[in-house]
């Protein structure tokens, strides 16, 4: 439980405080460096930073669009076939969700290439 609070505090950080200045590539290799670092079962790792990365990109997207006023969300729902501009809020939360979880999921799985399994007493 601490290493799921763990990863999903300096993911969270790591995205609402940093994302804004860098492309969403550069945070997938955040997550997954912070999941490799503190380590974790693999679904932890994948709940964690799923969490973060949806939660963050929810809550930023939510400032923007309350912060500027546009009526870009408006059209852009309109252009996608959407009666309600709302459900672009969902869809960017749910592309979070699913990028930052198989980041961390790589950050954990990349991490147990390098720890050592024990062979069994007959194989030396």
């Known amino acids: 439980m601490l290493k799921f609070i763990l990863i999903f505090l300096l993911s969270f ?12 590539w550069v945070m997938m290799i955040g997550v997954a460096f912070i999941a490799f670092l503190v380590g974790g079962p693999s679904g932890t790792s994948f709940l964690a930073g799923a969490l973060a990365f949806g939660l963050a990109w929810l809550i930023i997207s939510l400032l923007i669009s309350i912060n500027s006023g546009s ?30 979880g198989f980041s961390a999921l790589t950050g954990s799985l990349f991490r147990k290439l390098f720890t050592k399994r024990d062979q069994g007493i007959y194989r030396g």
Not at 79 to 86: A, D, Q, R, T
Not at 94 to 99: Q, R, S, T
């Open 13 to 24: 950080l790591l995205i609402y405080f940093i994302g804004p200045f860098f492309h969403f």
């Open 71 to 100: 009526d870009l969300p408006d059209k852009m729902g309109a252009l996608l076939g959407f009666s309600n501009y709302n459900f672009l809020w969902v869809m960017t939360a749910v592309l979070g969700f699913v990028i930052g």
